[in-house]
């Protein structure tokens, strides 16, 4: 019911400069909402719609009434709801700057650094960057990585947008390239490294050929003037001096929003509206409104109130405002910290050690102390420190003021220790702390930044006056119950004794009791989390020892096994560089773009946000909206579907079943809408059509689905042997005997490897918009796709019309690394359907929680290997068998478990081998086409035979892995004849550019000195096949037209994915007309220009469209030479207007028939690929054996990527690769409930790599004069094959857990796992923590997730 007090105010806020003034505001509405579809501002990108990726940020710029000042910060505008903007400004990408006025520097370096690949992350960066500038136009380095942890791209890797950002900050004249921050110009001769100097102006002369470090002109960058900003509205400076202490009320549909002018009126709403929650932040309110069904019919805001902001120092601690935000917390918190005597401060140096990895920039300038504290989230960071630090609530109601302890009471809810219905938190009380009083914060998430909790912890210990004794003990976790939880008896136990390893064993002990994790705990993890309380109480203890030994008056005993700063949490570095690569040869013509490093296309559209995106394309006439009805259970008889209630809600106009379909519905084991039968959670059964998104989304809730189970419910590769359950038969490769091998070797050993799933996490989720013409029941279907004609075919087979009517546009992909091949056919024949039932154009967008449940992923892998071998390290038999879990339905999985195989044998030679592959059926949502295509999974385990045949021969797995290699011209396993000398070369480039054997001792030196951090060194080679496996799937067209103007219009057909694909298309047909990249464009990708394409997959895009582009373009140049000829001083206009006049045709197809493919599994024979890319990579990191969490030291990767057609792409590509590889072998995980429900659906629950995740020292270098004669100008496809160099950080993760199990003398082998998270490795770490923890009877309990893999 909306509140019925009177007539809405209105609402007043700027955005670029322009004021808006809403009447009739809805306080549901977001900001991002707000932007893109009320006043049409899309460079504002949505993609999880949960404050968990920074895609929608913007700028927001407010008077502060207690310091007088403009704050500017950036937020997450999904997150902002627009009735929270009263009095504040606005800025948007577009605001900023654009290519149509005057780009912003921020923009224009972003897009010149190549820090744009799809370009869907890019607005969202440049407003997190330019909030920066606008409050430190000279930032830190440091500055910039905060400002930036909250943004994720799947593209770049970062490296590209961080330089682009350094290129503003202070330090970034000096050299990069020094981890000590002394340019390498500055060192003696003989000290100086191998590698370039920036100051060497990124030129490195090679005996013959000449190397180049730089991929753009920094010179060139226009200067950042401040002065040029939008200034801050001066109508809302003279609203803020003389501010408005009437309340105001904005009453929307459902929700009214009432924000009061003065405290006095706050309190009296707070009694007359009691249930009402107060908004600040809406940080939690916001996620759990959207996802989690809760509903508030009247928000109470205090933003205009000052009280709410005050902070005050006393001579005992700070008070501050409820109403600060995380960001100005931290700011306080740091100030505090200088100004005051160190032993006062150790609670608030605890805080701010977690304010600084709490969620991202934009969150924290959004949420607030009164927000966090109220939340009470399991997980907060700041509670069980606030609580420990024995900090005070000050109330305040009606009645008064009133102070509370924040202690376990008032976290668990206790009523009598919680705030009454009509009080509000004023403020919070923070004490100083005393001499002889310590206080800690440890937190372990999956990765270091911007990821919620696992475990945390705060914990405080007063020692009676100069001993140590302990006086009082507080110690509170957070993860391991529903609330913040203190640990009141143990340390109650622990009075009175002395702080020695006695007292640590015994309180070890105490906390394992007291906190008891049962084994079906929700979030699991379980015997992790059980370490961790110990692990951290260690942590604690041995810090405290070291302050003691400080503090110095008594004799306390030796820290045992490593010096303290092993202990220490890894501190963030800002990750250097060099990118490597061939100049072009000095003859090259000037105007000729091929091998040098252009920006992307749409770069600096991209950071501008005039790019348009599907979603961004405007409103069309009589549009409705589509939301997915999907299945709850996985495996059920659909007994009935109940449309009435939805059909009955305001603005629902239809929904659309399987009856609807005029065609076929999907193929029989492939449904677009499920009948009868559900095979997984997440399947489609319908779809709601309604005026707007919001509309379809709630109606979507009302549909009633009965079902009744059915069995076998089949969800784990386990469980499908059992059931014999696969989607295809057998694939297999065999040469030699290896039966007979394994007779006569040294030894034999055998293990299995785990791999995990992944998801594609592309920013820019599943998107559709058709429009039915009213002639010829034509559709014109914009799509975000990798493959339109696909799309194009399946819309016609579901409708039953003709292809020819149904037309596919693809102006550009917010990413799609394989996940928008196959997919994007059933949401455009889905919204197809709903388009001619009702005669609308329909626009789908699915919820990032909706892509991630439906669309599946990476397929899950379970690998076994026997593997026979000399003691040299030789081996002779390797026989490996390998499941995917495919999911519900066919889909690519039988391609997928071919290519595995065919890609196993990676880069070695050995010549008796067998390898079998199964892809299971199982009551998933179908896993699909991933970047590597089955290699990233398959090759961990090829490589994880190796290492642990290293391991048994007492070598270093380097040594095994160099034995085994292909060396001379050699035939693979299927007779494919090929060279690997590019690989020898690029393994020996790597070796020497990280100067591996080196820093190989230097890790063994570390790991003896160091007990609980260890590092690991690790290098991988690569040998990865580019290619679909069939001839037919590599032809290409394209079509190029040359109008009378001279200009020049380029259709082909792939489709740009952020891969830079029409780039270099562009610098292919600018070479062969001769003329500059300036006169020719591309507009779209369309299967009406370019008919009958093949998807845009399997690294070859470039490649053959390159080749049609090419030939096209010859065949245009061939018949204008004769004019040419006659006209040589001529220029390209007099060409073109000569060639119309003398009527010869100006537009021409160019065609590829494609690369000779084929492979024969009968013979297990076969040609199937092109050709091969080959690189390396060595990775280092750094181990905290406690927490399990690691640090990416250093990664250099050698590529053979022959004549990169354009080498700033080329190297972006396998960066970004690496990074997404990076990603799977280490933090993203997917989760699934014993019922099958994925529940990692969420950036909160699924971590991809972040900015802070980049090794510190990232280098990549092109193989030099390296030739392949078949593709276009000798250069090869780079898209897939960085994602398995990922697993080289995986592999050092596993060179450091195995120092330590040595250390710790454990012989057993480990499960090799992946991704290696922070729980794997702790676990594998094992010690006297992991042997003490309580471990449950796997029988005895539910446990909350399965393991799928
Ligand atoms: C993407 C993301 C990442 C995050 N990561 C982390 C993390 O790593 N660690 C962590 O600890 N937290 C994390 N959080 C949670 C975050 O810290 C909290 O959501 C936030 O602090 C809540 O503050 P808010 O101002 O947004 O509260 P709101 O959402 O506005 O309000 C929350 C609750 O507090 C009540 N409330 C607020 N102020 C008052 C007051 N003055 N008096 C009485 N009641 C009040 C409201 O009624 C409401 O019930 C994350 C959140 C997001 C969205
Ligand atoms: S869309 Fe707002 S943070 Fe992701
Ligand atoms: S460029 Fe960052 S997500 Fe694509």
Redesign the pocket.
Known sequence: MPYPLKESDELIFFVNGRKVTEKNVDPEVTLLAFLRKTVCLTGTKYACG???CGACTVMVSKHDPVSRKIRHFSV?SC?VPICSLYEAAVTTVEGVGSIKTRLHPVQERIAKSHGTQCGFCTPGMVMSMYALLRNHPQPSEEQLMEALG?NLCRCTGYRPILQSGRTFCKEADGCQQQETGQCCLDQRENERPEKQCCADKAILLLPSIKMCTELFAKEEFQPLDPTQELIFPPELLRMAENPEKRTLTFSGERVTWISPGTLQDLLELKVKHPE?????????????MKSRGHFYPIL?S?ARIPE?KMVTKTSDGLTIG??C??AQVKDILAESISELPEEKTRTYQALLK?LR????QQ??N??????????R?C?????PILSVGKAALN?LSEDGPRQIPLNDHFLAGAVSAD?KPE????SVYIPHTQKWEFVAAF?Q?QCQQ????DV?AGMRVLFKEGTDTIGDLSVTY?GVAASTISAHKSCHQLLGRRWNERMMDEACRLLLDEISLPGSAPGGKVEFKRTLIVSFFFKFYLEVLQELRTQGSHRYPEIEHSPLSTLEDFPGTIPQGVQTYQRVDSHQPLRDPVGRPIMHLSGLKHATGEAIFCDDIPRVDKELFMALVTSTRAHAKIISIDTSEALQLPGVVDVVTAEDIPGTNGTEDDKLLAIDEVLCVGQIICAVVAETDVQAKRATEKIKITYEDLEPVIFTIEDAIKHNSFLCSEKKLEQGNIEKVFEMVDQIVEGEVHVGGQEHFYMETQRVLVIPTTEDKELDIYVSTQDPAHVQKTVSSTLNIPINRITCHVKRVGGGFGGKVGRPAVFGALAAVGAIKTGHPIRLVLDREDDMLITGGRHPLFGKYKVGFMNSGRIKALDIECYINGGCVLDDSELVIEFLILKLENAYKIRNLRLRGHACRTHLPSNTAFRGFGFPQGTLVTESCITAVAAKCGLPPEKVREKNMYKTVDKTIYKQAFNPEPLIRCWNECLDKSSFHSRRIQVEEFNKKNYWKKKGIAIVPMKFSVGFGATSYHQAAALVHIYTDGSVLITHGGNELGQGIHTKMLQVASRELKLPMSYMHICETSTATVPNTIATAASIGADVNGRAVQNACQILLKRLEPIIKKNPEGIWEDWVKAAFEQRISLSATGYFRGYKAFMDWEKGEGDPFPYYVYGAACSEVEVDCLTGAHKKIRTDIVMDACCSLNPAIDIGQIEGSFIQGMGLYTTEELQYSPEGVLYSRT??EYKIPTITDVPGQFNVSLLPSSQTPLTIYSSKGLGESGMFLGSSVFFAIADAVAAARRQRDITEDFTVKSPATPEWVRMACADWFTEMIPRDDPKTFKPWSIPIA
Request: hydrophobic letters at 45%; a negative charge; proline letters at 8%.
């Open positions: 949960r404050g968990g997450a997150l909250g009402a929650p107060l908004i600040l932040g809406n940080t939690s309110l916001g996620p759990a109470l205090p709410l409820a109403g935000s995380l977690h990895s709490l969620a991202g969150i924290r959004m949420a607030t102390l009164g927000g966090h504290v109220i939340s989230h997980y907060s960071d700041l509670n109330l705030l009080e509000i938190l004023e937190r998430a911007n990821a919620l909790p945390n957070g950036p909160d």
